[in-house]
Nanobody, 114 residues
């Protein structure tokens, strides 16, 4: 079965960095676009970044600060987050869509605070 497990979240000061990881299993990882989303309490989940075979795309709010990458040998997608701001505080989720069905991980909390 498809499984996505995020890790790497935590508490960081403004201006700091974190790297999130999402370990995938249960499907042919290299064949699929992988995405990161985030969600704050009471708000809708919002797109952060995605990565295909070669292409990437980012939300305007994170361009120039976040970098998405993947290691197909490890079935893992990463989100390097630099110059973090308090407004980046959210639960971060990875997602894959397979034959029209969306699969999500359990999320990892990122808190940016001094």
């Amino acid at each position: 079965q498809v499984q996505l497990v995020e890790s790497g979240g935590g508490l960081v000061q403004p201006g700091g960095s974190l790297r999130l990881s999402c370990a995938a299993s249960g499907f042919t990882f290299s064949n699929y676009i992988m995405s990161w989303y985030r969600q704050a309490p009471g708000k809708e989940r919002e797109f952060v970044a995605l990565i295909g075979t070669r292409s990437t795309n980012y939300a305007d709010s994170v361009k120039g600060r976040f970098t998405i990458s993947r290691d197909n040998a490890k079935n893992t997608v990463y989100l390097q987050m630099n110059n973090l701001k308090p407004e980046d505080t959210d639960v971060y989720y990875c997602k894959v869509s397979i034959t029209g069905r969306e699969y999500w991980g359990q999320g990892t909390q990122v808190t940016v605070s001094s």
